[in-house]
């Protein structure tokens, strides 16, 4: 088993991550070993880490050590992966390419792609649970990610896209939806962070003011590079929002104003680091990088 060092930062954290997951995951020559091999091809080898990141940022900046953060990073990729497969099943997105690679129900078939994203959300909270940290703090990460996954979060608001599919929502709606669908993981993966380090009540609620920026960012761009981007570069298919009829930034503001409300985003979340004590450079990296990124 390869050995975790506590060195390095930013630039090491997504093949620290990596690696956490690949010792973690299931072998892919044991009992199970066709659930293994799809929950491992959907999980390694691809992806931004964007969200493991954003725990070690959060978590380093509040003074812990890096190590004390590895299970809440392991756990918050592991619904984002999991989103990811049942997002792109027929019944949902019916989507055939994810990271520039087959989909798991392309790859492997619908039932195994189920049953992958059941098993990486349950290995999330197991990950979790093992966590070394305190008995008080370790409940409130649970809660935390249980709260940002479920009907309340992430589920919540994919219920809601779906169901909006045709529809113009108006910003306040989009906002919302977004913030449940995409922006709850960010502001989990940023919380769990500052709760591994034991953050108190203001030092949270500034971090909270970050993420809440840095969601609706993530998803601006997201739209901004549906529209404007290509399959090859995206690693996903390109146009697929317009062509379904869903509700966008680009189609409800146009590119110029999604442009300026990016920028928006962008000097909300410079402005919250701003605020916050301790070294933040980590965070405002992540959040540079979201917004110029090309897939």
């Not at 919250?272 to 965070?283: E, H, K, P, R, T």
């Amino acid at each position: 088993m390869r050995k975790i060092e506590d060195a390095g930062g930013l630039a090491s954290w997504p093949d620290r991550v990596e690696v956490l997951l690949d010792q973690r995951l299931p072998s892919p020559q044991g009992p199970t070993r066709r659930l293994a091999q799809a929950m491992r091809h959907a999980t390694l080898g691809g992806g931004k880490r964007l969200r493991p990141c954003l725990v070690y940022a959060a978590g380093t900046a509040c003074g812990a050590p890096v190590g004390s953060l590895d299970a809440a990073a392991m756990a918050v990729e592991l619904i984002h992966v999991y989103s990811l497969i049942h997002d792109d099943l027929p019944a949902m997105d019916d989507d055939a390419l994810r990271r520039g690679k087959p989909t798991v129900h392309v790859a492997f078939d619908e039932a195994t792609a189920i049953l992958a994203g059941d098993a990486l959300q349950a290995l999330a909270f197991e990950v979790l649970a093992e966590s070394d940290l305190p008995a008080e703090r370790g409940v409130a990460m649970l809660r935390t990610l249980a709260e940002a996954a479920g009907h309340i979060g992430m589920c919540g608001g994919q219920a809601i896209d779906i169901e909006a599919t045709g529809q113009a929502l108006d910003e306040d709606a989009l906002r919302s939806m977004h913030g449940m669908k995409t922006g709850a993981l960010i502001r989990a993966s940023i919380r769990l962070g500052a709760l591994a380090a034991g953050a108190g009540t203001s030092r949270l609620a500034s971090l909270d003011a970050f993420a809440s920026a840095l969601g609706l960012a993530f998803q601006i761009k997201d739209d901004l590079l549906d529209a404007e981007g290509d399959t090859a570069s995206l690693g996903k298919t390109a146009g697929k929002d317009a062509a379904e009829g869903k509700s966008t930034y680009v189609g409800l503001l146009g590119l110029t104003g999604a442009r300026q409300r990016l920028a928006d985003m962008e000097s909300a979340m410079h402005a919250s680091a701003d605020s916050m004590d301790g070294d933040v450079s980590a965070l405002r990296s992540l959040a540079s990088m979201t917004v110029q990124r090309q897939h």
